[in-house]
């Protein structure tokens, strides 16, 4: 049955643009007064309303009201929100001067959230997260990455994917999960660093494999998780075993950056130490940059070095990172506004790493843009210009969210 959905003031489909480097609101193709033609939720056409409804005079109509911008749905490429508990007493701390080592160091950090996190049952955190992942679709983010890690045992971590696959089965979002077993040393593994992650390549990720609960393999790159070398060798590995891999990178020190390239990671994830020499490896490599702003606003530092990497040519992300502990807050288009001000991105920069760059992120060829053949995740902000959206600095929520399965 196909539906015709319309008119909106402005449609951006998205498409077009290049997938590396900077880009300036000129490049961005607006369509006034568009309609888009759907079909067992893919989309068949994106053109004028008037010019839709005419050619296909039986179609089915869902008629929009009032102005409304069309964007492709958001596609956040770096979560954390499978997890139970609370960090509120972290973020306190913080506030009052401890550093992220220091609270981990007392007892708070991730840790804390994988002793929480063990004592809910699949039941509960699947519930859990079912609320998060309603609360990101209503804010226009259509398609989900959710990494387990905080779990860091055979069982605690399948747990932790098994939920996110339940959850995917009860919502209307995408769910793209990922294994970050990898996220630090759990405190009861009796063995080192590299005991410990050949445990992990040998006991839980070929069981992920073969029951299919995921394809993507994540590793913590930093002086309170793992080092360059251990991590290297395990993406290898990782990879061997037919997972796709990515790499939190660079948050605090540097080193993460270069491995990702080297292991040809999907992306390279946080930035926030990059300098110039890493900003140049990313640029020139098929890594996508995947920024954080989040964990920047909730851990009170540094953004990514957004428009230096846009600059040099990489190809740019933004993504929540949504996480009990640095970046609690969740609110993805906020998060892409406030960093853009800062880091003066243009629109097209933004909500193309919200899109069509983030796809690339999660290696997606199916969405990310509004045109034939894709998939129908799309949103509606009730303005009449697109400009609106970011001006108003992730106060202004879409009105209207459809995912490709509503169809
Ligand atoms: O992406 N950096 C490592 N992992 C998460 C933090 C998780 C946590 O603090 O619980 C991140 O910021
Ligand atoms: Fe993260």
């Known amino acids: 049955?196909?539906?015709?959905?319309?008119?909106?003031?402005?449609?951006?489909?998205?498409?077009?643009?290049?997938?590396?480097?900077?880009?300036?609101?000129?490049?961005?193709?607006?369509?006034?007064?568009?309609?888009?033609?759907?079909?067992?939720?893919?989309?068949?056409?994106?053109?004028?309303?008037?010019?839709?409804?005419?050619?296909?005079?039986?179609?089915?109509?869902?008629?929009?009201?009032?102005?409304?911008?069309?964007?492709?749905?958001?596609?956040?490429?770096?979560?954390?929100i499978c997890f139970a508990g609370s960090r509120a007493k972290?973020?306190?701390?913080?506030?009052?001067?401890?550093?992220?080592?220091?609270?981990?160091?007392?007892?708070?950090?991730?840790?804390?959230?994988?002793?929480?996190?063990?004592?809910?049952?699949?039941?509960?955190?699947?519930?859990?997260?079912?609320?998060?992942?309603?609360?990101?679709?209503?804010?226009?983010?259509?398609?989900?990455?959710?990494?387990?890690?905080?779990?860091?045992?055979v069982d605690a971590e399948l747990r932790q994917l098994q939920a996110i696959k339940s959850a995917g089965d009860k919502t209307n979002a995408s769910l793209i999960s990922t294994c970050l077993a990898a996220h630090i040393l759990p405190k009861d593994f009796d063995g080192n660093h590299q005991e410990y992650l050949n445990y992990l390549l040998q006991n839980l990720l070929p069981v992920i494999k073969q029951k299919g609960l995921s394809n993507r393999v994540d590793v913590f790159i930093e002086q309170s998780a793992f080092n360059t070398s251990d991590a290297l060798n395990y993406l290898a590995k990782a990879k061997q075993l037919g997972f796709e891999v990515a790499v939190h990178a660079d948050q605090f020190t540097t080193g993460g950056s270069e491995v990702a390239i080297k292991a040809r990671a999907a992306s390279a994830d946080h930035l926030e130490a990059s300098g110039d020499y890493e900003i140049k490896l990313l640029a020139n490599s098929d890594t996508v940059a995947?920024?954080?702003?989040?964990?920047?606003?909730?851990?009170?530092?540094?953004?990514?070095?957004?428009?230096?990497?846009?600059?040099?040519?990489?190809?740019?992300?933004?993504?929540?990172?949504?996480?009990?502990?640095?970046?609690?807050?969740?609110?993805?288009?906020?998060?892409?506004?406030?960093?853009?001000?800062?880091?003066?991105?243009?629109?097209?920069?933004?909500?193309?790493?919200?899109?069509?760059?983030?796809?690339?992120?999660?290696?997606?060829?199916?969405?990310?843009?509004l045109s034939k053949g894709k998939l129908a995740d799309m949103q509606a902000y009730p303005c009449d210009d697109y400009c609106e959206i970011l001006y108003q600095q992730g106060k202004l929520k879409p009105e209207m969210v459809w995912t490709a399965d509503l169809f």
């Not at 981990?104 to 804390?112: F, Y």
């Not at 990514?304 to 970046?327: E, T, V």
């Open 1 to 80: 049955m196909k539906k015709l959905i319309g008119p909106f003031k402005q449609i951006l489909p998205l498409t077009g643009l290049p997938l590396k480097g900077a880009l300036a609101d000129e490049q961005l193709h607006i369509l006034p007064n568009g309609g888009v033609l759907i079909e067992d939720g893919l989309i068949l056409a994106v053109d004028d309303f008037d010019k839709l409804r005419s050619n296909y005079p039986l179609v089915q109509i869902e008629e929009i009201t009032g102005d409304h911008v069309l964007l492709p749905g958001f596609i956040d490429c770096h979560t954390h």
């Open 90 to 153: 972290d973020y306190a701390m913080r506030n009052s001067g401890k550093t992220y080592l220091e609270i981990a160091q007392s007892g708070g950090g991730i840790w804390d959230s994988v002793t929480q996190t063990r004592t809910a049952d699949e039941v509960t955190l699947t519930n859990l997260l079912i609320k998060r992942v309603q609360r990101h679709v209503a804010e226009g983010v259509t398609t989900i990455e959710i990494k387990s890690g905080y779990g860091l045992s």
């Open 290 to 369: 995947v920024t954080l702003p989040g964990a920047s606003l909730g851990l009170g530092m540094p953004y990514a070095p957004a428009r230096k990497l846009l600059n040099a040519g990489a190809c740019l992300a933004i993504a929540s990172d949504w996480n009990p502990g640095s970046a609690p807050m969740g609110d993805l288009l906020m998060q892409a506004a406030v960093m853009a001000a800062a880091e003066k991105l243009s629109a097209a920069e933004v909500f193309a790493g919200l899109t069509s760059r983030a796809a690339q992120a999660l290696k997606l060829d199916d969405r990310g843009s």
